[in-house]
Protein backbone atom coordinates (compact mmCIF):
# COMPACT_ATOMS: atom_id res chain seq x y z
CA UNK A 1 0.00 0.00 0.00
CA UNK A 2 1.08 3.42 -1.00
CA UNK A 3 1.93 5.96 2.07
CA UNK A 4 -0.67 8.93 1.31
CA UNK A 5 0.18 12.37 1.37
CA UNK A 6 -0.12 14.91 4.79
CA UNK A 7 -0.57 18.84 5.32
CA UNK A 8 3.11 20.05 6.96
CA UNK A 9 3.02 19.09 10.64
CA UNK A 10 1.56 21.91 12.81
CA UNK A 11 -0.65 22.79 9.86
CA UNK A 12 -4.40 23.33 10.84
CA UNK A 13 -7.47 23.82 9.02
CA UNK A 14 -10.44 26.18 10.09
CA UNK A 15 -12.65 22.74 10.03
CA UNK A 16 -9.37 21.05 12.19
CA UNK A 17 -9.24 23.82 14.69
CA UNK A 18 -13.40 23.14 15.19
CA UNK A 19 -13.47 19.97 15.35
CA UNK A 20 -10.69 19.46 17.40
CA UNK A 21 -12.21 22.59 19.87
CA UNK A 22 -15.45 20.15 20.36
CA UNK A 23 -13.41 17.27 21.46
CA UNK A 24 -11.88 19.38 23.86
CA UNK A 25 -15.14 20.65 25.31
CA UNK A 26 -16.16 16.81 24.79
CA UNK A 27 -13.61 15.42 27.02
CA UNK A 28 -14.82 18.24 29.82
CA UNK A 29 -18.07 16.45 29.43
CA UNK A 30 -16.30 13.04 29.79
CA UNK A 31 -14.81 13.80 33.02
CA UNK A 32 -17.59 15.05 34.69
CA UNK A 33 -19.63 11.53 33.78
CA UNK A 34 -16.38 9.70 35.19
CA UNK A 35 -16.69 12.02 38.37
CA UNK A 36 -20.31 11.25 38.30
CA UNK A 37 -19.98 7.49 38.25
CA UNK A 38 -17.44 7.92 41.13
CA UNK A 39 -20.19 9.54 43.13
CA UNK A 40 -23.02 8.09 42.44
CA UNK A 41 -22.42 4.40 41.68
CA UNK A 42 -25.92 3.32 42.93
CA UNK A 43 -27.86 6.03 40.91
CA UNK A 44 -31.02 4.77 39.12
CA UNK A 45 -33.48 6.77 36.87
CA UNK A 46 -32.20 9.05 34.45
CA UNK A 47 -28.92 8.81 36.35
CA UNK A 48 -28.67 5.27 35.83
CA UNK A 49 -26.19 6.01 32.59
CA UNK A 50 -23.94 7.21 35.64
CA UNK A 51 -23.21 3.96 36.52
CA UNK A 52 -21.55 3.46 33.30
CA UNK A 53 -18.96 6.17 33.53
CA UNK A 54 -16.18 3.96 33.37
CA UNK A 55 -16.81 3.58 29.42
CA UNK A 56 -15.68 7.28 29.91
CA UNK A 57 -12.12 6.18 29.92
CA UNK A 58 -12.40 4.08 26.92
CA UNK A 59 -13.47 6.92 25.30
CA UNK A 60 -10.37 8.92 26.45
CA UNK A 61 -8.25 5.81 24.93
CA UNK A 62 -9.97 6.15 21.79
CA UNK A 63 -9.64 10.39 21.83
CA UNK A 64 -6.46 9.93 22.76
CA UNK A 65 -5.35 7.69 19.84
CA UNK A 66 -7.11 9.60 17.18
CA UNK A 67 -5.59 13.09 18.15
CA UNK A 68 -1.78 12.01 18.77
CA UNK A 69 -2.25 10.47 15.35
CA UNK A 70 -3.18 13.71 14.00
CA UNK A 71 -0.41 15.67 15.79
CA UNK A 72 2.34 13.17 14.85
CA UNK A 73 1.25 11.64 11.88
CA UNK A 74 4.00 13.35 9.89
CA UNK A 75 6.80 12.88 12.61
CA UNK A 76 6.63 8.95 11.84
CA UNK A 77 6.49 9.09 8.11
CA UNK A 78 9.92 7.50 9.06
CA UNK A 79 10.91 5.57 11.68
CA UNK A 80 13.40 7.41 13.64
CA UNK A 81 14.81 6.92 17.07
CA UNK A 82 15.08 10.43 17.30
CA UNK A 83 11.32 11.32 16.62
CA UNK A 84 10.43 8.50 19.42
CA UNK A 85 12.29 10.19 22.11
CA UNK A 86 11.08 13.71 21.11
CA UNK A 87 7.47 11.85 20.87
CA UNK A 88 7.97 10.00 24.43
CA UNK A 89 9.29 12.77 25.95
CA UNK A 90 6.58 15.30 25.36
CA UNK A 91 4.27 12.80 26.98
CA UNK A 92 6.85 12.45 30.06
CA UNK A 93 5.79 16.00 30.46
CA UNK A 94 2.45 15.64 30.11
CA UNK A 95 1.39 12.80 32.23
CA UNK A 96 4.14 12.27 35.16
CA UNK A 97 4.34 15.97 36.92
CA UNK A 98 0.33 16.46 37.23
CA UNK A 99 0.57 12.34 38.53
CA UNK A 100 3.37 13.14 40.99
CA UNK A 101 1.04 16.02 42.56
CA UNK A 102 -1.89 13.74 42.32
CA UNK A 103 -0.31 11.04 44.16
CA UNK A 104 0.56 13.70 47.00
CA UNK A 105 -3.01 14.70 47.31
CA UNK A 106 -3.70 11.11 47.49
CA UNK A 107 -0.99 10.48 50.36
CA UNK A 108 -2.59 13.80 52.55
CA UNK A 109 -5.85 11.95 52.01
CA UNK A 110 -4.67 9.03 53.23
CA UNK A 111 -2.98 10.64 56.48
CA UNK A 112 -6.17 12.63 57.21
CA UNK A 113 -8.38 9.52 57.29
CA UNK A 114 -6.39 6.33 57.94
CA UNK A 115 -3.30 8.29 59.84
CA UNK A 116 -0.63 6.46 57.80
CA UNK A 117 1.16 6.51 55.02
CA UNK A 118 1.52 4.04 52.22
CA UNK A 119 4.98 1.96 52.19
CA UNK A 120 7.76 4.14 50.20
CA UNK A 121 8.12 1.06 47.37
CA UNK A 122 4.10 1.84 46.76
CA UNK A 123 4.57 5.68 46.68
CA UNK A 124 7.06 5.06 44.14
CA UNK A 125 5.45 2.70 42.12
CA UNK A 126 1.87 4.82 42.11
CA UNK A 127 4.85 7.85 40.87
CA UNK A 128 5.83 5.93 37.88
CA UNK A 129 1.70 4.85 37.11
CA UNK A 130 2.51 0.89 38.30
CA UNK A 131 -0.38 0.36 40.97
CA UNK A 132 -2.49 2.48 43.31
CA UNK A 133 -3.35 1.49 46.98
CA UNK A 134 -6.33 0.98 49.02
CA UNK A 135 -7.15 2.58 52.56
CA UNK A 136 -8.82 -0.17 54.33
CA UNK A 137 -10.30 1.96 56.89
CA UNK A 138 -13.09 2.82 53.74
CA UNK A 139 -12.18 0.03 51.48
CA UNK A 140 -11.28 2.87 49.03
CA UNK A 141 -8.22 3.31 46.45
CA UNK A 142 -6.45 6.15 46.87
CA UNK A 143 -5.13 6.70 43.62
CA UNK A 144 -7.54 5.13 41.46
CA UNK A 145 -6.91 6.53 37.90
CA UNK A 146 -3.33 5.91 37.65
CA UNK A 147 -4.48 2.13 36.47
CA UNK A 148 -5.59 3.90 33.03
CA UNK A 149 -2.30 6.26 32.26
CA UNK A 150 -0.09 2.73 33.33
CA UNK A 151 -1.82 1.20 30.30
CA UNK A 152 -1.89 4.34 28.12
CA UNK A 153 1.99 3.91 28.35
CA UNK A 154 1.70 0.72 26.73
CA UNK A 155 -0.10 2.74 23.91
CA UNK A 156 2.22 5.48 24.00
CA UNK A 157 5.39 2.72 23.78
CA UNK A 158 3.78 1.82 20.46
CA UNK A 159 2.49 4.35 19.22
CA UNK A 160 5.93 5.49 16.86
CA UNK A 161 5.94 1.76 15.62
CA UNK A 162 1.94 1.89 15.00
CA UNK A 163 1.74 5.44 13.44
CA UNK A 164 4.19 4.22 11.35
CA UNK A 165 2.47 1.07 9.81
CA UNK A 166 -0.56 2.92 9.52
CA UNK A 167 0.86 6.26 7.44
CA UNK A 168 1.05 3.13 5.01
CA UNK A 169 -2.24 2.68 4.89
CA UNK A 170 -4.62 5.13 2.58
CA UNK A 171 -8.00 6.39 3.93
CA UNK A 172 -10.01 3.95 2.11
CA UNK A 173 -7.76 0.74 3.74
CA UNK A 174 -8.25 2.30 7.17
CA UNK A 175 -11.88 2.54 6.61
CA UNK A 176 -12.61 -1.10 5.67
CA UNK A 177 -10.22 -2.57 8.68
CA UNK A 178 -12.57 -0.07 11.39
CA UNK A 179 -15.23 -2.99 10.87
CA UNK A 180 -13.28 -6.01 11.96
CA UNK A 181 -11.17 -4.47 14.49
CA UNK A 182 -14.32 -3.40 16.24
CA UNK A 183 -15.95 -6.62 16.07
CA UNK A 184 -12.39 -8.34 17.25
CA UNK A 185 -12.64 -6.11 20.07
CA UNK A 186 -16.39 -6.51 21.05
CA UNK A 187 -15.78 -10.17 20.61
CA UNK A 188 -12.50 -9.67 23.12
CA UNK A 189 -14.44 -8.11 25.81
CA UNK A 190 -16.96 -11.32 25.24
CA UNK A 191 -14.62 -13.63 25.92
CA UNK A 192 -12.66 -11.81 28.55
CA UNK A 193 -16.28 -12.01 30.86
CA UNK A 194 -16.17 -15.90 30.11
CA UNK A 195 -13.25 -15.88 31.51
CA UNK A 196 -14.84 -14.72 35.05
CA UNK A 197 -15.02 -12.11 37.51
CA UNK A 198 -11.31 -12.29 38.27
CA UNK A 199 -9.91 -11.73 35.00
CA UNK A 200 -12.43 -8.39 34.14
CA UNK A 201 -11.53 -6.50 37.40
CA UNK A 202 -8.85 -4.69 37.16
CA UNK A 203 -5.72 -6.70 35.61
CA UNK A 204 -3.56 -6.17 32.80
CA UNK A 205 -4.99 -8.34 30.62
CA UNK A 206 -8.14 -6.77 30.45
CA UNK A 207 -7.22 -3.28 30.80
CA UNK A 208 -4.60 -4.18 27.73
CA UNK A 209 -7.89 -5.06 25.73
CA UNK A 210 -9.76 -1.54 26.91
CA UNK A 211 -6.83 0.07 25.55
CA UNK A 212 -6.46 -1.13 22.46
CA UNK A 213 -9.80 -1.44 21.96
CA UNK A 214 -9.89 2.46 22.52
CA UNK A 215 -6.51 3.93 21.66
CA UNK A 216 -5.71 1.57 18.73
CA UNK A 217 -9.19 2.49 16.90
CA UNK A 218 -8.72 6.20 17.85
CA UNK A 219 -5.56 6.06 14.98
CA UNK A 220 -7.10 3.99 12.47
CA UNK A 221 -9.72 6.40 12.36
CA UNK A 222 -7.81 9.58 12.46
CA UNK A 223 -6.10 7.90 8.75
CA UNK A 224 -9.66 6.88 7.17
CA UNK A 225 -11.24 10.51 8.30
CA UNK A 226 -10.34 11.92 5.35
CA UNK A 227 -12.22 8.43 3.45
CA UNK A 228 -15.96 9.88 1.25
CA UNK A 229 -17.70 7.56 3.65
CA UNK A 230 -16.54 9.43 6.61
CA UNK A 231 -16.79 13.06 5.22
CA UNK A 232 -20.92 12.38 5.76
CA UNK A 233 -20.40 11.60 9.58
CA UNK A 234 -21.73 15.30 10.13
CA UNK A 235 -24.15 17.59 11.65
CA UNK A 236 -26.81 17.69 14.91
CA UNK A 237 -29.42 15.06 13.54
CA UNK A 238 -26.74 12.51 13.19
CA UNK A 239 -25.23 13.25 16.62
CA UNK A 240 -28.37 13.53 18.89
CA UNK A 241 -29.13 9.97 16.94
CA UNK A 242 -25.79 8.28 18.20
CA UNK A 243 -26.33 10.27 21.86
CA UNK A 244 -29.98 8.32 21.94
CA UNK A 245 -28.91 5.50 20.74
CA UNK A 246 -25.95 5.51 23.56
CA UNK A 247 -28.06 6.71 26.31
CA UNK A 248 -30.93 3.79 25.22
CA UNK A 249 -27.97 0.85 25.12
CA UNK A 250 -26.70 2.29 28.53
CA UNK A 251 -30.34 2.54 29.74
CA UNK A 252 -31.50 -0.70 29.00
CA UNK A 253 -28.31 -3.03 29.30
CA UNK A 254 -24.89 -3.23 30.42
CA UNK A 255 -22.77 -1.72 27.56
CA UNK A 256 -21.11 -4.36 24.72
CA UNK A 257 -21.48 -2.68 21.55
CA UNK A 258 -21.14 0.97 22.49
CA UNK A 259 -17.55 1.18 21.34
CA UNK A 260 -18.98 1.78 17.45
CA UNK A 261 -21.33 4.60 18.63
CA UNK A 262 -18.78 5.91 21.13
CA UNK A 263 -16.26 5.95 18.07
CA UNK A 264 -18.61 7.79 15.73
CA UNK A 265 -19.54 10.49 18.58
CA UNK A 266 -15.81 11.41 18.32
CA UNK A 267 -15.84 11.76 14.34
CA UNK A 268 -19.43 13.77 14.68
CA UNK A 269 -17.55 15.92 17.18
CA UNK A 270 -14.44 16.76 14.40
CA UNK A 271 -17.37 17.69 11.95
CA UNK A 272 -19.95 19.76 14.09
CA UNK A 273 -22.88 20.98 13.28
CA UNK A 274 -24.11 24.41 15.16
CA UNK A 275 -25.79 23.54 17.84
CA UNK A 276 -23.13 20.47 19.00
CA UNK A 277 -20.36 23.25 18.62
CA UNK A 278 -22.38 25.77 20.62
CA UNK A 279 -22.76 23.04 23.54
CA UNK A 280 -18.89 21.36 23.27
CA UNK A 281 -17.13 25.14 22.50
CA UNK A 282 -19.32 27.66 25.19
CA UNK A 283 -16.95 28.90 28.07
CA UNK A 284 -18.48 26.36 30.79
CA UNK A 285 -17.69 23.17 28.66
CA UNK A 286 -14.11 24.48 27.35
CA UNK A 287 -13.11 25.46 30.49
CA UNK A 288 -14.07 21.77 31.80
CA UNK A 289 -12.09 20.61 28.75
CA UNK A 290 -8.95 22.77 30.21
CA UNK A 291 -8.91 21.20 33.22
CA UNK A 292 -10.10 17.32 32.56
CA UNK A 293 -6.93 16.04 33.07
CA UNK A 294 -6.50 17.56 36.07
CA UNK A 295 -10.04 16.14 37.38
CA UNK A 296 -9.35 13.23 36.40
CA UNK A 297 -6.49 12.65 38.23
CA UNK A 298 -7.45 14.37 42.18
CA UNK A 299 -11.31 13.79 41.86
CA UNK A 300 -10.76 9.81 43.23
CA UNK A 301 -8.87 10.90 46.46
CA UNK A 302 -11.57 14.23 46.84
CA UNK A 303 -14.08 11.85 46.32
CA UNK A 304 -12.67 9.65 49.35
CA UNK A 305 -12.12 12.12 51.66
CA UNK A 306 -15.85 13.18 50.83
CA UNK A 307 -17.27 9.82 51.66
CA UNK A 308 -15.21 9.11 54.76
CA UNK A 309 -16.91 12.13 55.89
CA UNK A 310 -20.37 10.54 55.37
CA UNK A 311 -19.43 7.58 56.35
CA UNK A 312 -18.50 10.27 60.35
CA UNK A 313 -21.75 11.46 59.46
CA UNK A 314 -23.33 8.09 60.13
CA UNK A 315 -24.98 8.70 56.53
CA UNK A 316 -26.62 11.82 57.71
CA UNK A 317 -25.08 13.94 54.36
CA UNK A 318 -27.62 13.48 52.05
CA UNK A 319 -26.30 11.91 48.88
CA UNK A 320 -26.78 15.29 46.82
CA UNK A 321 -24.89 17.11 49.09
CA UNK A 322 -21.94 14.29 49.18
CA UNK A 323 -22.27 14.63 45.18
CA UNK A 324 -21.85 18.40 45.16
CA UNK A 325 -19.50 18.81 47.87
CA UNK A 326 -17.10 16.49 46.12
CA UNK A 327 -17.21 18.23 42.87
CA UNK A 328 -16.91 21.63 43.64
CA UNK A 329 -13.95 20.35 45.84
CA UNK A 330 -12.39 18.54 42.99
CA UNK A 331 -13.13 20.77 40.31
CA UNK A 332 -11.34 23.96 42.67
CA UNK A 333 -8.55 21.67 43.00
CA UNK A 334 -8.22 20.61 39.03
CA UNK A 335 -8.60 24.18 38.14
CA UNK A 336 -5.11 25.10 40.79
CA UNK A 337 -3.39 22.36 39.55
CA UNK A 338 -4.15 23.10 36.20
CA UNK A 339 -3.02 26.54 36.48
CA UNK A 340 -0.13 25.96 38.54
CA UNK A 341 1.50 22.71 37.03
CA UNK A 342 0.09 21.25 34.41
CA UNK A 343 0.11 23.78 31.79
CA UNK A 344 3.53 25.22 33.23
CA UNK A 345 5.00 21.29 33.10
CA UNK A 346 3.84 21.35 29.47
CA UNK A 347 5.35 24.17 28.28
CA UNK A 348 8.46 23.85 29.59
CA UNK A 349 8.53 20.11 28.54
CA UNK A 350 7.80 21.72 24.45
CA UNK A 351 10.52 23.79 25.22
CA UNK A 352 12.95 21.31 26.54
CA UNK A 353 12.25 18.69 24.58
CA UNK A 354 12.56 20.93 21.21
CA UNK A 355 15.84 21.98 22.35
CA UNK A 356 17.43 18.69 23.65
CA UNK A 357 15.50 16.76 21.06
CA UNK A 358 14.80 18.73 17.67
CA UNK A 359 12.89 16.78 14.63
CA UNK A 360 14.62 16.96 11.58
CA UNK A 361 11.67 17.55 9.70
CA UNK A 362 13.61 17.93 6.29
CA UNK A 363 15.37 14.79 6.32
CA UNK A 364 12.03 12.93 7.39
CA UNK A 365 9.84 14.30 4.61
CA UNK A 366 12.77 13.63 2.41
Not at 40 to 62: E, K, T
Not at 149 to 167: D, I
Not at 178 to 203: H, K, Q, R, Y
Request: net charge positive.
Amino acid sequence: MTTHSFPPRGATTARDAQGFACLHGLRGVLALWVVLYHTSPGAFGPLHVARHGYLAVDMFFLMSGFILMHTHQQDFRRLTLRAALHFWSLRVWRTYPLNIAACLVSVAVTLAIAGWLPPAATLIDSALFMNSWDIPVIDRVANGPIWSLKVEWYGYLAFPMLCWALNRLSPRAAVMLIAPAILAIEVGVLASGWLGPDFTAMNLPHQLLRLAGGFGLGCVLRVGFEHPLVRHMRGDGLMLAMLAGAILVLLLSEPPGTLPLLAVIVMIACRPGRLTQWLLTNRVASYLGRISFSIYMVHVPIVTLFYDLQLQAGGALPSGAFTLGALITAFALASLLCRLLEEPARRVGRRLTNVHLPLLYGHQQG
